[in-house]
Each structure stands twice: as C-alpha cells, then as structure tokens.
C-alpha cells in the first residue's frame, strides 16, 4: 500500500506557472505509475497525465497543449505536475493517483489507479 500527499496548489495569477508535487510513503515508488487528475465544482473528475514506472513514457490530456509537464524522482518517492500559462479553465483541485498493478504503460483511465491522494486546490485569479 501507498500513502499519497500532494502539495505545491495555491492561487496564481493567469499566465502564471505551479509545480506540484505528490509524496508517496510505504511501498517502493518506483512500482507505481502515477497519473494526475483534476475535478473543478460540478464537473467529473478528469485525466491530466500519467507516467509510467521509469518515467520514460507519459501521456497527456488534449487540454494540456504543451503547457504541463508529469515527471518524477523515484529516488525522492515524488511525482511532479508543473504547470505553465495557467488560465481559469485550469482551475481545479488535482490529484494524484498511483497503479500499482498491471501494465507499466501511463493509462487515462480513473478505475485503473488504486491510491488516491486527497488533493491540492488551484485557484488561477485573472
């Protein structure tokens, strides 16, 4: 089993960039892929990125348009979201998610994450 934290939310102005970051304690980091969701008041829970256990694969949601970027440090038990030219469609808590089994492929889809961290809240004021 996998404890999740995420940090690195906040308020940041239109344009302006975050990092997130998930810390995992328990079972070694490196057997997870790790994926990043968001759920904004009234909307479904959605797919931002994921990354595979080495970090050498990583898939994107459409919306990102090369404005974020999923890594991670195996050797820090820490997985990273940053977050370039956020606008008020970015707002949103975001999650972070960890499989533990199964392909090593990044997936999209929410069922195939066993570990949930609660969330970090990102405001962007315009």
């Known amino acids: 089993q996998v404890q999740l934290v995420e940090s690195g939310g906040g308020l940041v102005q239109a344009g302006g960039s975050l990092r997130l970051s998930c810390a995992a304690s328990g079972r070694t980091f490196s057997s997870y892929v790790v994926g990043w969701f968001r759920q904004a008041p009234g909307k479904e829970r959605e797919f931002v990125a994921s990354?595979?256990?080495?970090?050498?694969?990583?898939t994107y949601a459409a919306f990102v348009k090369g404005r974020f970027t999923i890594s991670r440090d195996n050797a820090k038990n820490t997985g990273y979201l940053q977050m370039n030219s956020l606008n008020s469609e970015d707002m949103a808590v975001y999650y972070c998610?960890?499989?533990?089994?199964?392909?090593?492929?990044?997936?999209?889809?929410?069922?195939?994450?066993?570990?949930w961290g609660q969330g970090t809240q990102v405001t962007v004021s315009s």
């Open positions: 998610a960890a499989r533990a089994s199964g392909s090593d492929l990044p997936t999209v889809r929410r069922g195939d994450y066993d570990y």
């Open positions: 990354i595979n256990r080495s970090g050498d694969l990583r």
